[in-house]
Each structure stands twice: as structure tokens, then as C-alpha cells.
């Protein structure tokens, strides 16, 4: 099973079919996890030391209760599990508690329920409010525990739900590429957005989970299919979980000691900008490429 960040440490310059650019970059940690624990807990002071330049404020509105979500996955999941040709692969890579990112790539409606299904954790979405204009579609919603954001009000109401998430110490599900990918021929992977990076930069013990999902689109292509086609394989390969501070330390990850994180923290304020929007566009490119190594098509 790959762990977070495989491949070799250079951006390189990607060209698909369809013209479009993907940066990806490539890293290959093999050092043990042990070794890296060691090391990232050198670095928290200076982290700290930056931060009211990665700091997200949490949002107002607590995370919705979800008893009916807790009914479901107790009794109808151990049912339906069964049934179904869902393969997950790497489960006990996904912690039981505590806060957790699990971060897959996104083709078809149903990637949120096979990340929960593979999470066995209550797993909580952000979905945009027109899911909640109809009521049983509003319904279905909150009893799963998806939580509502405001177009209108962009990136930021999206990151203040997402920090509320983590605050709570609960498990936060996420696509990086940041909508479903639209291309009709393969690769599907889009290119990264760094929402992923500054939310395990901002809970830097968070535990970042990898998952590629493999065969979500055979079972249900938007604009296709209307209804699940169950009968088809899903498998959900889940990687190696690391947190930020574990990267960040890394030679291979981020490559920061504490010293130049505090020498970083007197920096002009530009220059902190632009060094820490670098860091969250190579811990995404890093991430993206992970998925594409456990499958992602």
C-alpha cells in the first residue's frame, strides 16, 4: 500500500490529452513513520510561531447532530455490505477517532458514501446550499450529517465549517480537486486545490488519509446513469495517513527544521505569504500524485 507522497521529489510538468497542464509533483518517502514522528515534533514551535498566518477561524454554527446517520451505519451498513462488490483496501489506515482528513478524488455521486462506508466513522461532507432547498434532498442531508455552505460567501464559509469539523475532533471527508471531474476520457484526476493543505496545516496533528476511489463512475456517471448501478466493483484503496507537522519536517515533505520555521516567523510579510502558498501547492501536487498511485484514474 502506498503512503502519502510516492514518487520522486520534482515538480514535473504533465501534459493529458486534452491539453490541459497538471503539475504534479513526485515524492518518494520510505523513511519509517517512527523515524518522521521523531523528527516533526522538533518543528511544532516553530509552526506555532506562524501562526496568525495559517490560522482558520472556525465557524459560528456547531456541527449538526446525526442520529438518524448513527442508525444507518450501525444496522443498515452491516446489511448492505455484504451485497455489494465494494472492496476497500488499507481500512486500518483511517484512525477511529480523533480529527481525521480523508481526502479522495471525485467522479460520480456516490464517492461520499463510499468514503463513509470505508471510514466506519461518522464522516462529515460540506455540500453547497442548493442541496438543501428541497426538502427530502434537505432531509437526507442533515441526517447524514452534511454540513450546509454559502456560495455567496466562497472559500472562507467553506474553510470556517471545515476548521469546525476538525475543532470537534471528528472526521472530515474532502475532495481536493474541488468538484467532480467532468472529463470524459482518462485521466480523470484534476489538479489539486490547496483547501486540503491549509486545513492540515491549521490542525497540523490531524491525520491526513489518501483514498482513491476505483470504479465510483462504472457504477454511476452523472448525466448517465439515474440510478447506482450496485452491481458493479468499487474499490476503495486507502494510503498511508501523515500529518502536516510529519511532512513539513520531512526532507522529502516540506524539508523545514524548527530553526527555519522561527527564522521564516521574521520575515516580511509578503514573503511569508508567498513561502506558505508554496508549501500548500506542493503538499497538494504531492497528494494528487498519491491518489493517481493507488488507482485514481
Not at 514518487?7 to 503539475?23: D, P, Q, S
Not at 480523533?98 to 463513509?116: E, K, M, Q, R, Y
Not at 506542493?282 to 485514481?296: I, K, R, S, W, Y
Request: charged share 20%.
Amino acid at each position: 500500500m502506498h503512503s502519502l507522497f510516492d514518487g520522486c521529489y520534482r515538480a514535473t510538468l504533465i501534459r493529458v490529452e486534452n491539453r490541459v497542464k497538471v503539475w504534479r509533483t513526485m515524492a518518494n518517502i520510505k523513511t519509517d513513520l517512527t523515524s518522521i514522528l521523531f523528527v516533526s515534533s522538533d518543528v511544532e514551535q516553530g509552526w506555532n510561531a506562524l501562526r496568525d498566518h495559517w490560522n482558520i477561524q472556525v465557524a459560528s454554527k456547531p456541527i449538526p447532530s446525526t442520529p438518524v446517520y448513527s442508525f444507518l451505519r450501525l444496522f443498515l451498513s452491516p446489511l448492505l455490505r455484504p451485497m455489494l462488490r465494494w472492496r476497500v483496501n488499507g481500512s486500518r489506515n483511517i484512525p477511529r477517532s480523533g480529527p481525521t482528513i480523508l481526502a479522495a478524488n471525485h467522479l460520480s455521486h456516490i464517492d461520499p458514501i463510499a468514503v463513509i462506508a470505508a471510514a466506519r466513522r461518522t464522516t462529515h461532507y460540506l455540500a453547497k446550499d442548493g442541496h438543501f432547498k428541497n426538502p427530502l434532498t434537505r432531509f437526507v442531508m442533515k441526517a447524514t450529517g452534511q454540513i450546509e455552505t454559502q456560495r455567496e460567501q466562497g472559500g472562507s464559509d467553506a474553510l470556517a465549517s471545515a476548521a469546525t469539523v476538525l475543532e470537534s475532533g471528528k472526521a472530515l471527508g474532502i475532495f481536493p480537486e474541488g468538484t467532480r471531474s467532468k472529463r470524459t476520457e482518462p485521466p480523470f484526476l484534476l489538479p489539486g486545490k490547496t483547501g486540503v493543505a491549509r486545513l492540515a496545516a491549521a490542525y497540523p496533528h490531524a491525520s491526513v488519509v489518501p483514498i482513491a476511489l476505483v470504479g465510483s463512475r462504472r457504477i454511476m456517471q452523472p448525466q448517465l446513469h439515474k440510478f447506482p448501478r450496485l452491481w458493479r466493483r468499487l474499490d476503495v484503496n486507502v494510503g498511508a495517513n501523515i500529518t502536516w507537522l510529519e511532512w513539513l519536517s520531512h526532507p522529502k515533505g516540506g524539508a523545514y527544521s524548527n530553526e527555519d520555521l522561527l527564522e521564516l516567523a521574521q520575515a516580511k510579510e509578503h514573503e511569508i505569504r508567498a513561502e506558505l502558498s508554496r508549501l500548500f501547492r506542493l503538499f497538494t501536487d504531492q497528494l494528487m500524485v498519491t491518489l493517481a498511485h493507488l488507482g485514481a484514474p
